[in-house]
């Protein structure tokens, strides 16, 4: 039974006070198609914060999340989460920090779970990063749109 999954949506901004505040109106007036637009900011995302250590950028230190609101979670990463974590207020204060914004059409909060831990397990193999600063796992046991998941993923692997 093959069918048609369809392409992630990614959007990269660099990742600081000023672009999180207006996160939103920045998706949208930078992605044209507003189902797009609906798909990042209103229904769940993943996404990967990444900071070049050192001069050369050979390694980064990395963090996968994954949220139902990326404005509102991205502003508590950078306010609130520096007052209690060393390694967010060095990402807070990295001036080239970048932020990538995963969204999909299929994406529920048990996918989107699901895929964090696979970013997160494939990330921590990947040589040029030094330091992956996720503190917990979120794998998921079956649910609505698991099959799902591969295709998403590595659509290489679609039927």
Not at 6 to 35: C, M, Q, V, W
Not at 57 to 71: A, P, S, W
């Amino acid at each position: 039974m093959s069918k048609e999954i369809g392409s992630p949506i990614i959007f990269e901004t660099k990742y600081n006070r000023n672009n999180a505040t207006k996160l939103d109106e920045n998706i949208s007036s930078n992605i044209a198609d507003e189902e797009k637009q609906n798909l990042l900011i209103n229904y769940p995302t993943v996404y990967i914060i990444n900071e070049p250590n050192g001069s050369k950028r050979v390694n980064y230190t990395v963090y996968v999340g994954e949220t139902n609101d990326i404005q509102r979670r991205t502003l508590q990463h950078l306010d609130a989460d520096p007052q209690n974590r060393e390694d967010w207020e060095q990402l807070r204060e990295n001036n080239d920090a970048l932020m990538f914004i995963i969204g999909h059409q299929h994406f529920n909060k048990s996918l989107t779970l699901d895929i964090e831990n696979r970013m997160m397990h494939y990330l921590a193999g990947v040589n040029v990063v030094s330091h992956l600063n996720n503190r917990r796992e979120n794998a998921q046991n079956d649910y609505y749109t698991s099959e799902e998941m591969v295709p998403i993923f590595n659509p290489k692997f679609q039927e």
